[in-house]
């Protein structure tokens, strides 16, 4: 089983529309969580953090369970700038490890 | 204006060369990192220093070094050893656990 693990997509979601994706990981002594977006041949770039209590940033909004082990990512009122793909990290001893990324198209 | 630099941005080698990628930060950050990325695949650690004059090995060190003399600097040489060396090399920092990324540096070996 991979430590993080991910939907790759791709996702074709109108524009305007709500999205949603999760990402698992297997190591229960994971310690902080992350969500990148990476656009095209581009270096990635620090989203949100993922805090216990789920945090929100304008239209995003992360959250952690925990319990089952995963983490989620919703985007309200999506624009065509959010295409691009979005990485699940998670910090397992001071390192970090990648999820392989959940790619997203808006669609005029 | 603060960040973190690699040069060049694409870098073309022939099989057999030893090549040297740049990354430097001017974030006052302790810790960096070097990955690779792969088409398809998440980004995969090769090498990492938390502190100047000590580094670590990743999960895919062989065929590669690495230099930490100065906090600002990381170099990274992938030497002919490495066997598929055509590849997204990316650089990132950190002071606590969230990590800044570098542009890049496409290497293509032929």
């Known amino acids: 089983r991979k430590e993080v693990e991910q939907d790759p997509g791709p996702f074709n979601v109108p524009e305007g529309a709500t999205v949603a994706f999760n990402c698992t990981y297997s190591n229960s002594a994971s310690q902080s969580f992350f969500w990148y977006r990476q656009d095209c041949r581009k270096e990635p770039k620090l989203l949100m953090s993922?805090?216990?209590s789920g945090n929100e940033d304008g239209r995003f909004t992360a959250q952690l369970n925990r319990a089952s082990q995963y983490i989620s990512l919703l985007i309200r009122d999506s624009k065509l700038s959010d295409s691009a793909t979005y990485l699940c990290?998670?910090?397992?001893?001071?390192?970090?490890?990648f999820g392989t990324g959940t790619r997203l198209t808006i669609i005029p | 204006d603060g960040g973190i630099t690699q040069s060049p941005k694409y870098l073309f080698r022939k099989e057999g060369q030893n090549v040297t990628l740049s990354c430097e930060q001017n974030?006052?950050?302790?810790?960096m990192y070097w990955y690779r990325q792969d088409p398809g695949q998440g980004l995969r650690l090769i090498y990492y220093s938390q502190i100047v004059n000590d580094f670590q090995k990743g999960d895919i060190a062989e065929g590669y070094s690495v230099s930490r003399e100065k906090k600002e600097s990381f170099p990274l040489t992938v030497t002919s050893a490495q066997k598929n060396p055509t590849a997204f090399y990316l650089c990132?920092?950190?002071?606590?656990?969230?990590?800044?990324f570098g542009p890049g540096t496409r290497l293509t070996v032929t």
């Open positions: 990132a920092s950190s002071n606590l656990a969230e990590q800044y």
């Open positions: 974030l006052n950050h302790d810790a």
């Open positions: 990290v998670v910090n397992i001893a001071g390192k970090l490890t």
């Open positions: 993922v805090y216990s």
